[in-house]
């Protein structure tokens, strides 16, 4: 199964995403500067915090 793409402008993958929150980016801003996802149209910007907020949620349980 091919990766879903969360940033289609710069085709960033969900798991690109999930690879750079686990790596202790754990804001919008700093995933931005790490992967470039959310810094063309920025429609993709919502789906990243959600990916964020479960990441994180599921962190720290």
Not at 16 to 43: F, H, P, V, W, Y
Not at 46 to 53: C, F, S
């Amino acid at each position: 199964m091919r990766p879903r793409k969360v940033c289609v402008c710069n085709q960033i993958s969900e798991e690109e995403i999930l690879t750079s929150i686990r790596n202790g980016n754990d804001t919008l801003q700093k995933l931005m500067d790490d992967t470039g996802a959310s810094t063309g149209c920025g429609t993709c910007s919502n789906a990243i915090l959600k990916i964020l907020a479960k990441e994180l949620k599921v962190s720290k349980e």
